[in-house]
């Protein structure tokens, strides 16, 4: 193997560390923000605009919209962020003060979130005032998230057709913790230790390489002599 190759080599290994280093920073970044303390955003005193990214919340749900954005595959569904407003009560009744989306990874969410969307849909146009709140819940332990340009832009419209105005939609989703922290961590540590042990493998058998070479000249020198 010429020089070039080797120097390659070296180059593809220190990629891989560097890949490594970046999803453990990712996975503990992550980690962090699930153990910070969390906060209850659906309090009807929490005011929705204080919001930051890396906010960990934790909350049941007896109150959501639909799905506001859909992700698809090959025609398959890969996840949905579904609107989830701020009620705040005084004395004329109920009114949303804020929308942030929630992520739902797998149709056994779907359908829980679809279920309780129908309630709290029915609940909210029942001019009778007859029917109790939706007391069905789902339980939400994530990360807020920046929703991305497209995102925002679905989420917006939602809000703005089904309630009027998008004013007090914030740019955010709750994501669910499902162990992603865990495998970035993982894959990370896995990723720098078979990267380094390449690259110091390498590094020791060009170091012995270069040993042999220079032994070999010093006793073609001393045959000449």
């Known amino acids: 193997m010429n020089k070039f190759n080797r120097s390659m080599e070296k180059l593809k290994f220190a990629v891989i560390i560097v890949v490594g280093i970046v999803f453990l920073a990712m996975g503990l970044q992550q980690k962090s923000n699930q153990t910070k303390k969390s906060i209850d955003i659906l309090d009807s005193s929490f005011d929705f605009s204080t919001i930051e990214e890396g906010d960990h919340v934790k909350i049941d749900v007896d109150f959501i919209m639909y799905d506001a954005v859909v992700y698809t595959e090959d025609g398959k569904e890969k996840s949905r962020i579904y609107c989830l407003p701020h009620l ?113 493998s390498t590094i020791v058998s060009d170091k012995k390489r270069m040993e042999a070479e220079m032994r070999h000249e010093e006793g073609y020198e001393d045959a000449l002599m």
């Open 88 to 200: 705040t009560e005084n004395d004329d009744g109920y009114f949303m003060d804020g929308f942030i989306g929630v992520r739902a990874n797998s149709s056994e969410q779907y359908d829980v979130l679809d279920s309780i969307a129908d309630d709290s849909r029915a609940w909210w146009n029942d001019e009778t005032d007859s029917m109790p709140k939706p007391t069905d819940t789902y339980k939400v332990d994530g990360v807020v998230k920046k929703l991305n340009k497209e995102e925002l832009k679905y989420f917006n419209e939602y809000v703005e057709k089904n309630c009027g105005s998008d004013k007090y939609a914030v740019p955010y989703v709750i994501v669910p913790n499902n162990g992603a922290d865990n495998v970035a961590i993982i894959l990370g540590a896995v990723l720098m230790v078979i990267g380094g042990a390449f690259l110091i």
